[in-house]
Every structure is written in structure tokens, then in C-alpha cells.
């Protein structure tokens, strides 16, 4: 009897090892499998409590493994546990398109980056040419007092100031245009007045 009860448990273990599966030991380093954010567990266990979250790519180095379950940690430091069927043992290579759609980001910004110093040069002249303009204003419109002084120190300014020479000598030409004009008009009148003499 005692015989049969040893060969049973026997028997019963032997089926125990029997139908527990083998497991895998897992990588040194896993990642997040495409397309999932996870949080990582407080324990191995399904109803277990959420903690921080890994995202799709993200690699994790692997502690412990316990059933289906391996316990891992960030590349911020932080542990937790999580199913292995949500990792991969490759890292994800990123998407052609993706990396075509950086480089043309990248660039795009580059040429806004260039775009935007030379804008902020020009702003800067812009600005520097508008300080002399006003200074020059400031200048030429300072009012003149009614001395002697205040007009001779005008006379002065003028004469070194070649635009007000030439400011100067068109306003004497359109003056004597206009006498010029004048003296015509006075002739005209005067050979209507006396029937077309000459004078």
C-alpha cells in the first residue's frame, strides 16, 4: 500500500513537470512592441496596480522573470513589471518614411533659422538708418531764433550743406521763371492795351 501511495505522487509529479512549459530565458534588454503605450505593474500579477507608462520603442533592461512576466527597468531608472508578450527582443527600426520626414523637418527648419537671422539684421539696420534719419530731422528742423545770431548760425549750416544749395538754387530758378513769366504776361496786356505796338 505504501508501495502504490509513493509510485502515485510520483506519477502525479512527474505529470505536474510534465505539463508546465518550459520558459525561455529572456534577453538582457527588451523593448515595447510597436504601437503600445503599457504601464509597467507593482507586481506580476494581472490585477496588479499600474505605475509609470512605456511607450512603443522604448528599451528596458530585464531584472527577473517570473512566469510570463519579467520584471524591468527604464532607461530613467524606474522598475516595474510587465507581460513579455508586450516586448520584443529586436529594436524597432524606424520607418523609412519617418526618416525622410525628419530630414525634410530638419531642413525646413534650418532654412527658417537662416531666414530668421537675416531678418533680424535687417531689422537691426533698418532700425540703426531711422536713429540717423531722426538725428538728422532733429537737425535740420531745429527752430532758428529771430536774432542775429539764430539766422547767421542758419546762413552757416547752409552753406556747408550741399542739398540746401541745391534746394537753394532751384528756388531761385522757379522765381525767376515766375518774374520771367510775369513780365510776359504784362507785356502781352500792355500790346493789347495800345493795338499791338511793339515795345
Do not use: Y
Amino acid at each position: 500500500m505504501v508501495v502504490l501511495l509513493a509510485c502515485a505522487s510520483t506519477a502525479t509529479a512527474a505529470t505536474v513537470v510534465a505539463a508546465t512549459p518550459a520558459v525561455a530565458p529572456a534577453p538582457a534588454t527588451v523593448w515595447v512592441s510597436p504601437r503600445q503605450t503599457i504601464a509597467l505593474l507593482n507586481q506580476p500579477a494581472a490585477g496588479a496596480l499600474p505605475g509609470l507608462t512605456v511607450a512603443s520603442g522604448d528599451a528596458l533592461t530585464v531584472l527577473t522573470q517570473q512566469g510570463e512576466f519579467l520584471q524591468v527597468r527604464t532607461e530613467a531608472g524606474a522598475s516595474g513589471w510587465i507581460k513579455r508578450s508586450n516586448l520584443s527582443e529586436t529594436a524597432p527600426e524606424p520607418a523609412a518614411d519617418l526618416v525622410a520626414e525628419k530630414a525634410r523637418l530638419d531642413e525646413q527648419v534650418r532654412t527658417l533659422d537662416a531666414q530668421l537671422r537675416a531678418f533680424q539684421e535687417e531689422s537691426v539696420q533698418l532700425r540703426n538708418r531711422m536713429v540717423a534719419l531722426e538725428a538728422e530731422l532733429a537737425a535740420v528742423t531745429r527752430p532758428v531764433p529771430l536774432t542775429a545770431s539764430g539766422v547767421w548760425g542758419l546762413v552757416q549750416r547752409l552753406a556747408v550743406d550741399a542739398r540746401a544749395w541745391g534746394v537753394f538754387g532751384i528756388l531761385l530758378l522757379l522765381l525767376l521763371l515766375a518774374f520771367r513769366a510775369g513780365v510776359e504776361h504784362r507785356n502781352k496786356d500792355i500790346r493789347a492795351r495800345l493795338g499791338g505796338l511793339d515795345l
